[in-house]
């Protein structure tokens, strides 16, 4: 059983900088890999940012140099830290949990507003 509880979306200054968090329950975290996606009123979802269960990174293009995606095991959690937004970054923010053992797992959050504007 796993269950994700996204925190740390609110709104934000144009140029300004917000966190957010992923904590998960369960007991497979660590051979999980996390991702956060994003989707914008009338858009799809999109990938924002992915971290392995070996701690490889990889990034949307609109997001490279500006976005950290990173875990903490110990809390079985998952962080996007997020700097000079934009307002174009306005989107609900969602994190996702894969793993793959006995059977294929896929879990995701139920969302964090990110309001980017001045």
């Known amino acids: 059983q796993v269950q994700l509880v996204e925190s740390g979306g609110g709104l934000v200054q144009p140029g300004g900088s917000l966190r957010l968090s992923c904590a998960t329950s369960g007991d497979i975290f660590n051979i999980a890999a996390m991702g956060w996606y994003r989707q914008a009123p009338g858009e799809q979802r999109e990938l924002v940012a992915v971290?392995?269960?070996?701690?490889?990174?990889r990034y949307a293009d609109f997001v490279k140099g500006r976005f950290t995606i990173s875990r903490d095991n110990a809390k079985k959690t998952v962080y996007l830290q997020m700097n000079s937004l934009k307002p174009e970054d306005t989107a609900v923010y969602y994190c996702?949990?894969?793993?793959?053992?006995?059977?294929?797992?896929?879990?995701w959050g139920q969302g964090t507003l990110v309001t980017v504007s001045s």
């Open positions: 971290i392995t269960s070996s701690r490889n990174t």
């Open positions: 996702n949990f894969k793993a793959h053992y006995n059977t294929y797992l896929e879990v």
